[in-house]
């Protein structure tokens, strides 16, 4: 993280006469004031400066953030994840005194049965679990389910151990808008129960993922978000979960990222059966359609998503989808496929159609409306599930939606123990 630098003030000679000037008048005002038994009041708000008094709207109510965090810290926890060294499993001599790598995460309680939410790269690979909760009790964790495209994982501890189990209410993040105060909650570089304020500064960003595969309708907020808050929750000025905070921009300061609320509660069904949730995947990818492309390629339409290609093996490919390819300067060819909407749910970007598959499982039947030769048609397709590895499995090299080398999902600074 880059810190912002110190700048100086210099005091021209052409300054002072007005300066001085200026505080004669202001101590004549004061004298003036006290003579007449008057006093200059200084509402709450207002900061007395050179030119008078100006009013300075503040940051945030004090009160209602100090009364949220004190209703709420109790449900956010501390994630300590270890990974041994799979030579630390070897028997006698060569087994002992290996280091192990220990890393920290936060998550939050979402119900009276011990479940906790947090980022899947929070508790991936680990050998064991512990949970601390915000009073010092520490638990053992253990992952119930996961879901590797969107970068949630439901963790369980046992709650006989716990004498008042006290959660966070899911908000509806469809409903947020920037410019809504965003609190985030959580324990950065190990530091428990911190909290940070700012507000909502974009919706519906879409950032790479662990799996090749985009993460949509993503939450930007400029709440100070460090290695530790992974997993932990961005609340809005109600105390409620609005999203899961995830990551940040590695190059800017104030940059951060959260998975939307309503993503982890549609899967969250999926995740208390347990195991890994599979993802549905569809196998194209695309450009979204714009007046410049239309007129380039002679489109029929100037909304939707170009096909450029289509996977190998893929549910696109079985259902016989259309890719224009692209010539020797990388530009998209003519004769692709339109995708106009699935299940008659408008899309103009590959995001658009990532979103809606969000709500889907693998064997799900979905219905593509493409245009076609100048014509709309309705294209069946049964999904499938994505692939662990899309470029291996498909044998076909990923042009990435983003370089995923700017973001930063890494929770912890590991130290070895």
């Known amino acids: 993280m880059s810190f912002s630098r110190n700048s100086s003030l210099r005091i021209r000679k052409d300054w002072i006469l007005p300066l001085v000037a200026l505080m004669a008048a202001v101590l004549l005002l004061a004298s003036c004031a006290a003579s007449t038994g008057t006093a200059i009041s200084k509402p709450q708000g207002y900061t007395a400066s050179a030119a008078g008094l100006s009013q300075v709207a503040p940051l945030f109510d004090e009160n209602s953030v100090t009364s949220l965090y004190d209703r709420s810290i109790s449900s956010v926890v501390q994630i300590e994840q270890v990974q041994e060294s799979p030579l630390s499993k070897l ?145 809005n000025s109600s105390g409620e979960v609005v999203g899961i905070n995830t990551a940040i921009e590695a190059s800017a300061n104030g940059v951060g990222f959260a998975v939307p609320i309503n993503t982890a509660k549609s899967r969250l069904p999926e995740l208390l059966k347990g195991g890994a949730v599979k993802t549905a995947w569809l196998g194209i990818q695309g450009m979204p359609v714009s007046k410049d492309l239309a007129n380039q390629l002679k489109l029929p339409v100037e909304k939707g998503v170009y096909v450029v290609s289509v996977f190998p093996g893929s549910p696109a490919e079985k259902a016989g989808l259309t890719a224009s390819g692209i010539d020797d300067q990388q530009e998209p060819k003519s004769g692709g496929d339109i995708v106009t909407a699935i299940d008659n749910s408008a899309v103009t970007s590959v995001q658009d159609i990532l979103s809606y598959l969000n709500g889907k499982m693998p064997g799900d039947k979905v219905t593509l409306t493409v245009q076609r030769a100048g014509q709309a048609i309705s294209v069946p397709v049964e999904l499938a599930e994505w692939p662990d590895n899309l470029t291996a499995s498909t044998g076909t090299q990923q042009s990435p939606n983003q370089d995923g080398k700017g973001f930063d999902f890494g929770p912890f600074h590991f130290r070895i123990k």
């Open 91 to 235: 028997p006698g001599a060569f087994g002992l005194n290996l280091p192990k790598q220990v890393g920290e995460g936060s998550g939050f309680f979402i119900d009276g049965q011990g479940h906790i939410l947090t980022n899947n790269h929070v508790v991936e690979n680990a050998s064991s679990i512990k949970v601390a909760l915000s009073d010092g009790t520490q638990l053992d964790g253990k992952v119930v389910g996961s879901d590797r495209s969107n970068d949630i994982a439901l963790l369980q501890v046992d709650v006989s151990k716990i004498a008042n189990v006290t959660y966070l209410t899911l908000a509806d993040s469809t409903k947020v808008r920037p410019g809504q105060m965003a609190i985030a909650l959580g324990s950065p570089f190990g530091l428990q129960g911190s909290v940070t304020v700012g507000v909502i500064s974009g919706t519906g960003r879409a950032i790479p993922g662990s799996t090749e595969r985009t993460m949509t309708d993503i939450i930007q907020t400029d709440a100070a978000i460090n290695p530790g808050n992974s997993g932990g929750p961005l609340l």
